[in-house]
């Protein structure tokens, strides 16, 4: 509607919107619209790519309709007789039975902190039981069941910048929080649970334990050069849920490793 009016109008509203700032960006108002549902705003965060985070103008910003509204109720039109206004009057044809959508973000990086730690919890208690019992496949299944996630996750991301022509799934910085190599490590500690069930005292691999370092120092990384001027993704949220339980993995495989390492006399 925005172009089929300024076409009829010979560009008219995109030369009083081109270069008008606004203070927002696509993610911003994508999270804004999508925060009630939880699955689709945490898919979609972890799907955008960089491009949606640079600032955008008036005129972009009116992929919306209701933004679009609000600009058309104030912009002035020139013609020969001077500035009028493009909409003289308006009237709601029929009222939406929705709440009215938010103007501000609520939802943050704190309730998938929540999420994580909460993970990594449900793991601990895991060890615990299976420590008391002299087994430890139950951390072992909680990390195996999170790394196919995780990895399938990445694996989603990979295929949208490499194979599609999605632009805003571009450059995203989510790679270094969720990728394949989780697949790598799934199928390691896999082996590792097969191994284990033949043999309650086989231990974890140095090459299990390597890829899950592996991918925690991915994430890692993808935490420490967020000051970079390069690396201006907003993904607290992502970082947040998946750092914190990246590095437990890591962690719970070493220490089941030398709990399992045989005592001296």
Avoid: C
């Avoid at 009829?8 to 108002?29: E, F, N």
């Amino acid at each position: 509607m925005r172009d089929a009016l300024d076409m009829a109008l010979g560009g008219a509203i995109k030369r009083a919107s081109k270069g008008i700032p606004t203070s927002t960006t696509y993610r911003s108002h994508t999270s804004r619209l999508t925060q009630d549902d939880w699955g689709v705003f945490t898919g979609t965060m972890m799907g955008l790519g960089q491009p949606t985070d640079r600032p955008i103008d008036a005129w972009e910003e009116m992929f919306l309709p209701v933004r679009m509204m609000d600009r058309f109720r104030s912009l002035q039109i020139a013609t020969a007789t001077g500035n009028q206004p493009l909409v003289i009057d308006d009237a709601v044809a029929i009222q939406s039975s929705r709440p009215v959508e938010d103007s501000t973000i609520r939802r943050g990086w704190f309730g998938y902190l929540l999420i994580a730690l909460i993970i990594i919890a449900v793991g601990a208690v895991a060890y615990i039981v299976g420590a008391r019992r002299g087994r430890g496949s139950g951390v072992l299944a909680i990390a195996a069941l999170w790394s196919l996630i995780a990895g399938l996750g990445g694996t989603v991301l990979e295929f949208l910048w490499a194979f599609t022509d999605h632009l805003y799934s571009y450059r995203n910085e989510n790679l270094f929080q969720l990728n394949s190599v989780s697949l790598v490590l799934f199928i390691a500690l896999i082996v590792a649970m097969w191994k284990r069930r033949a043999n309650p005292a086989s231990g974890i691999s140095t090459t299990t334990i390597n890829i899950a370092l592996f991918v925690a120092g991915l994430s890692v990384l993808g935490f420490v050069i967020q000051p970079l001027p390069w690396f201006y993704q907003v993904n607290a949220d992502v970082i947040a849920l998946t750092l914190p339980v990246h590095v437990a993995v890591a962690v719970a495989l070493i220490v089941l490793s030398r709990s399992q390492m045989p005592k001296r006399a």
